[in-house]
């Protein structure tokens, strides 16, 4: 099963504006782990710029929304350019949204630039993010081993009552992986090893698992996912590296 890391998020390096902003909502809600803080604009048309303070890579973005309400965008165009100015950008791109997953991911050449604007369209007054990743994927290059394990665990609860009606405090599903990777190369196993000692249990970094030819759509499973502990890490040979490890999605 196809299996990707994206922890180098530009974001938490960014100074970071945009053209409105709710004030019970605030910008700087996108950097909370928590889903259910999002930021909200007061306009259906908004731009958010990233200055990232250097010229950086980026190949990636990846967007989750709020469990409860969805994406609050229907819409995202990302802007490049080497210095804040809009009027004719250096590159642009539409980011692909997926509504059904509440989520979407977008993957391209690698870009080299400081500024980026991202243009957010939504059918509401307002739009509203929760999660996004900026930057480059870590680009392991493995898939996870076979007997892998996803299971969806319900945080609702409901009661019946003594005529048998049930009344239920709906709450969305959190997802748990467990899974490994074997026979990681040194450069793969530092590759890791940086993501679990920047991230460890209390961050979240996002993952993309699965491709077209095992399931219908990647996005069913990917997301923003904490380790629910430090992996596990054994040397099976010289020089090749075996970890197993869980995840638990962020809600």
Known sequence: MSFEIFSDNLIYQSNITASSEN??????????????????????????????????????????GDKRNG???????????????????????????DA???SGVTEFPVKEY??????????LSYCELANIFIGKKLGLNRSINFNWSIKDNELSTKQTNRYGQIFSDIIAKQRT???????????????IN?????????????VKIGCENMVNNPLRFSGMYYFTDVPNISNPFFNRYNLSFTLIEAT
């Open 23 to 64: 004030a019970l909502f605030p910008l700087r809600n996108i950097l909370d782990p928590r889903r259910s803080k999002v930021f909200r604009s007061t306009s259906p048309n908004t731009t958010v710029v990233f200055d990232f303070n250097e010229t950086s890579e980026i190949d990636s973005f990846f967007i989750v």
């Open 71 to 97: 994406l609050g965008v229907h819409k995202i165009t990302l802007e490049f350019n080497h210095i804040n100015e809009w009027a004719s950008p250096a590159d642009s791109l539409v980011v692909d949204l």
């Open 100 to 102: 059904e997953y509440n």
């Open 114 to 123: 400081r500024f980026c604007r991202m243009v957010i369209q939504s059918t």
């Open 177 to 191: 992986i467990n899974a490994a990777l074997s026979l990681l190369d040194k450069d793969q196993l530092d590759k």
């Open 194 to 206: 940086g993501v679990i000692d920047f991230y460890g249990e209390t961050r979240p970094f996002f």
